[in-house]
């Protein structure tokens, strides 16, 4: 009876994504089993490559969009529709990422989530009723206001104005009017991808935590602290919703927040999602090997990290699944991995060299760690 090997690599960043890593995977595989049924489940955390992942493992498609970048130019951004045509995947770095801003011009005081907000707003518009959207790598510390206003609803000073975006901003909020907000809305499910448990506001919260990394000095992290804890104290006032505290509310600069109090939403672990919306638990029945890897493996990997997920829901399909991890490089304690279920866990680079050679020769190591490992299972 011939082998069954599921394949579920996150991607390998900057070299592959999942989907390539699975094909790599599949390659190195037939070349030792040219009978086993192997099946593709291309994988992803919530942060990047989330998108593509879905998209690849239901037969979807990708829609590219022109929105408000976090600093108010232009910028392209992707959303996807999965396969069932009805749900819609979002990353909002995507629109609002640190990524799109130069380190230079990096200022959480100013920047804004309204190209997320003309995202979820362009889904609306098409009639989807549910909405996946991964909130991770942000430029911004707005609490969300930026993607609520493209959504129809005003943030208002004492004298009935639209204050300026940016968090630096929200100490002129006087009061929110939601007589505008998208008619869409209400009826659309959010489901928020999110690892992140901080506050909106405190020692633990979105501006203390991730501000400076985001520019902000520590007068501005104070300033967005307040304004923050601001925002929220007018949000409990006009919108009789109290989410400041609520762990995750802090994400990606206080998105998580906005989300929670605008829209029909709720926090789910990015892993947990994807491994639901991929029916990974359903394809690994019957399974002898699960194969799956990403860029790095280290200690780090078992706090919410693709391939331990994946390993959790393979050995609680079926204990004796033989689980390997395959990583493009291993960092410290790597034991800890192994202690937890993983039954091994290899690394891909041949030989000592430059990483840009490394990135550009990744699907041909993982085809062929992946056609080594075969070999001693044969």
């Given at each position: 009876m011939p082998l069954k090997f599921?394949?579920?690599p996150d991607s390998f960043k900057e070299s592959c994504t999942a989907l390539e890593a699975c094909q790599a995977m599949a390659a190195g595989i037939t070349r030792v089993f040219p009978d086993a049924e192997i099946v593709e489940v291309p994988m992803a955390d919530g942060g990047e490559g989330t998108t593509q992942a879905l998209v690849d493992a239901t037969g979807g498609h990708m829609v590219k969009k022109e929105v408000t970048g976090p600093l108010g130019n232009p910028v392209v951004a992707d959303l996807g529709i999965l396969g069932d045509g009805q749900t819609a995947v979002i990353e909002m770095a995507s629109a609002s990422g640190i990524h799109l801003v130069k380190k230079e011009e990096r200022n959480p005081l100013v920047t804004s989530t309204y190209g997320t907000?003309?995202?979820i707003k362009a889904c609306l518009d098409n009639g989807i009723k549910k909405i996946i959207l991964g909130i991770g790598g942000s430029a911004t510390n707005d609490g969300g206001?930026?993607?609520?206003?493209?959504l129809g609803?005003?943030?208002l000073d004492a004298d009935g104005k639209d204050i300026p975006e940016g968090g630096g901003h929200l100490d002129k909020l006087a009061s929110i009017d939601l007589s505008g907000v998208h008619p869409g809305l209400a009826d659309c499910e959010i489901a928020i991808a999110s690892d992140v448990s901080n506050p909106l506001c405190g020692e633990n919260g979105a501006a203390a935590v991730f501000g400076p990394q985001k520019g902000a000095t520590p007068e501005m992290v104070a300033k967005l602290d307040k304004n923050l804890q601001h925002y929220d104290k007018i949000i409990q006032r006009d919108v009789h919703k109290s989410v400041g505290q609520i762990p995750g509310s802090g994400a990606a600069g206080g998105l998580g927040a906005g989300l929670l109090v605008f829209t029909n939403s709720h926090l789910e672990t990015g892993i947990d999602l994807v491994i639901a919306y991929t029916g990974l638990k359903e394809k690994l029945q019957g399974a002898d090997y699960c194969f799956t890897g990403e860029g790095q493996i280290d200690f780090q990997t078992k706090f919410g990290k693709t391939p331990y997920g994946v390993m959790k829901t393979a050995k609680a399909v079926d204990q004796n699944i033989k689980v390997v991890a395959i990583a493009g490089s291993i960092g410290e304690n790597i034991e800890v991995l192994c202690e937890e279920d993983f039954d091994g866990v290899f690394g891909t680079i041949p030989q000592a060299s430059?990483?840009?050679?490394?990135?550009?020769?990744?699907?041909?190591?993982?085809q062929r760690t992946t056609e080594s490992i075969c070999r001693l299972i044969k």
């Amino acid at each position: 009876m011939p082998l069954k090997f599921v394949l579920a690599p996150d991607s390998f960043k900057e070299s592959c994504t999942a989907l390539e890593a699975c094909q790599a995977m599949a390659a190195g595989i037939t070349r030792v089993f040219p009978d086993a049924e192997i099946v593709e489940v291309p994988m992803a955390d919530g942060g990047e490559g989330t998108t593509q992942a879905l998209v690849d493992a239901t037969g979807g498609h990708m829609v590219k969009k022109e929105v408000t970048g976090p600093l108010g130019n232009p910028v392209v951004a992707d959303l996807g529709i999965l396969g069932d045509g009805q749900t819609a995947v979002i990353e909002m770095a995507s629109a609002s990422g640190i990524h799109l801003v130069k380190k230079e011009e990096r200022n959480p005081l100013v920047t804004s989530t309204y190209g997320t907000g003309q995202l979820i707003k362009a889904c609306l518009d098409n009639g989807i009723k549910k909405i996946i959207l991964g909130i991770g790598g942000s430029a911004t510390n707005d609490g969300g206001s930026g993607m609520a206003r493209a959504l129809g609803i005003r943030f208002l000073d004492a004298d009935g104005k639209d204050i300026p975006e940016g968090g630096g901003h929200l100490d002129k909020l006087a009061s929110i009017d939601l007589s505008g907000v998208h008619p869409g809305l209400a009826d659309c499910e959010i489901a928020i991808a999110s690892d992140v448990s901080n506050p909106l506001c405190g020692e633990n919260g979105a501006a203390a935590v991730f501000g400076p990394q985001k520019g902000a000095t520590p007068e501005m992290v104070a300033k967005l602290d307040k304004n923050l804890q601001h925002y929220d104290k007018i949000i409990q006032r006009d919108v009789h919703k109290s989410v400041g505290q609520i762990p995750g509310s802090g994400a990606a600069g206080g998105l998580g927040a906005g989300l929670l109090v605008f829209t029909n939403s709720h926090l789910e672990t990015g892993i947990d999602l994807v491994i639901a919306y991929t029916g990974l638990k359903e394809k690994l029945q019957g399974a002898d090997y699960c194969f799956t890897g990403e860029g790095q493996i280290d200690f780090q990997t078992k706090f919410g990290k693709t391939p331990y997920g994946v390993m959790k829901t393979a050995k609680a399909v079926d204990q004796n699944i033989k689980v390997v991890a395959i990583a493009g490089s291993i960092g410290e304690n790597i034991e800890v991995l192994c202690e937890e279920d993983f039954d091994g866990v290899f690394g891909t680079i041949p030989q000592a060299s430059d990483l840009q050679t490394l990135l550009a020769h990744g699907k041909e190591n993982i085809q062929r760690t992946t056609e080594s490992i075969c070999r001693l299972i044969k």
